[in-house]
């Protein structure tokens, strides 16, 4: 049966993708930015409105006659951008929760899904390379490394305090590296696995490409089409505490680049700068919970990931040549 459905932050990388298989699956999909990239390919909504969800008015005109809300909208970034902005960070995005959760119950709508990340998992826990998957009680007691998890991990108990005091259901995941074709991949906002793909998609054969930090810091990598699979499934459980998606194949930041380096089949050298940002030194997921509660696991290995992700970036790039 058709739902009607909100997928904020559509404009965005995870929110594009999501609306687009929640349309295909043949639901009602209001999309809702504050603005539009050019590269998502369309058709992928069937009503597409843009709003500053910062404002409460808008909140409300956005989750009218809706019953299931996806909350994607956020003020974000890659490693580069959360340790440069912090207040904007933390007001836009709170801003952004607490109205949508307030216009969320006075629009009396069915279920609240909202995007929480691994940056809410504390520095304490993330200090080494070879670090084990971070569960999902790991979080406390809380310490994240940035102003972005708190706010995160802020708003995962305001849905917790709306689902107490205003029986709002609410579906919390805490996705960890999402990538995938469609995603930013320039400007500052980036993230790593774009950001790489980028530079060796744009250096001379041979060449070589810049890495932030030593190349050692490791991390996990989930695929979009993955991510939105699993997210669909966790909306549509019964579960309502936190829960992690993403991988838990661990590997250094080299290990990626040479991953991309491989696909591109160009000769590149890695140059390493350690006065950029790296974060925490080493982050990798458990998905023991999600695998208990939906039977989710990611199927899409890294290299073919990344094949999918670097030949876009790839063909963006020339497009503008
Ligand atoms: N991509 C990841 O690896 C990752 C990891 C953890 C958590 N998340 C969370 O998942 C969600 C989606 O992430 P993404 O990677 O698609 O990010 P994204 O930046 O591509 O998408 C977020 C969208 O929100 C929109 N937005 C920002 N401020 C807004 C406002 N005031 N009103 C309306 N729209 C506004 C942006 O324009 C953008 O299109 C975010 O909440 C993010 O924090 C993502």
Not at 15 to 22: D, M, N, V
Not at 212 to 226: H, L, M, N, V
Not at 240 to 254: A, F, Y
Not at 266 to 295: E, F, M, Y
Request: net charge neutral; proline share 4%; charged share 30%.
């Amino acid at each position: 049966m058709e739902k009607r459905i909100l997928v904020t932050g559509a404009g965005g990388f995870i929110g594009s993708h999501l609306a687009r298989e929640l349309y295909k699956q043949g639901n009602f999909v209001r999309v809702v930015d504050i603005k539009w990239d050019g590269y998502i390919e369309e058709p992928y909504y069937s009503e597409k409105l843009t709003l500053d969800l910062r404002e409460y008015k808008n909140c409300l005109e956005a989750t009218k006659n809706i019953d299931y809300v996806y909350n994607l909208a956020a003020n974000m970034g890659g490693i580069g951008f959360i340790t440069t902005v912090g207040a904007d960070v933390m007001h836009d995005n709170v801003l952004i929760n607490a109205n949508m959760l307030q216009a969320s119950v006075e629009n009396k709508i069915k279920r609240f899904f909202f995007s929480s990340s691994a940056c809410v998992y504390p520095t304490y826990r993330q200090e080494n390379p070879d670090v084990p998957g971070l569960k999902e009680e790991d979080a406390y007691p809380a310490d994240p490394d940035n102003f972005y998890g708190w706010e995160k991990l802020y708003t995962e108990k305001m849905c917790e305090a709306y689902k107490k005091d205003y029986g709002l259901d609410v579906r919390i995941v805490r996705y960890h590296n999402i990538y995938g074709p469609e995603g930013t991949y320039e400007g500052g906002r980036e993230k790593a696995p774009a950001a790489l793909c980028r530079k060796i998609a744009q250096a001379q054969n041979p060449g070589v490409i810049d890495i932030w930090g030593d190349g050692k810091q490791t991390r996990s990598f989930c695929y979009i089409d993955d991510c939105v699979r699993g997210t669909i499934m966790l909306m549509e459980s019964d579960y309502d505490k936190p829960l992690n998606i993403g991988s838990d194949r661990l590997v250094t930041i080299d290990e990626l680049a040479d991953i991309i380096i491989k696909i591109s089949g160009k000769k590149i050298d890695k140059k390493h700068d350690t006065s950029k940002p790296q974060g925490v030194r080493g982050r990798n997921a458990d998905l023991t919970l999600v695998k208990k509660i939906l039977g989710w696991e990611p199927k899409i290995s890294l290299e073919e990931g990344l094949k999918k992700t670097y030949r876009w970036i790839e063909a963006q790039l020339k497009k503008k040549d």
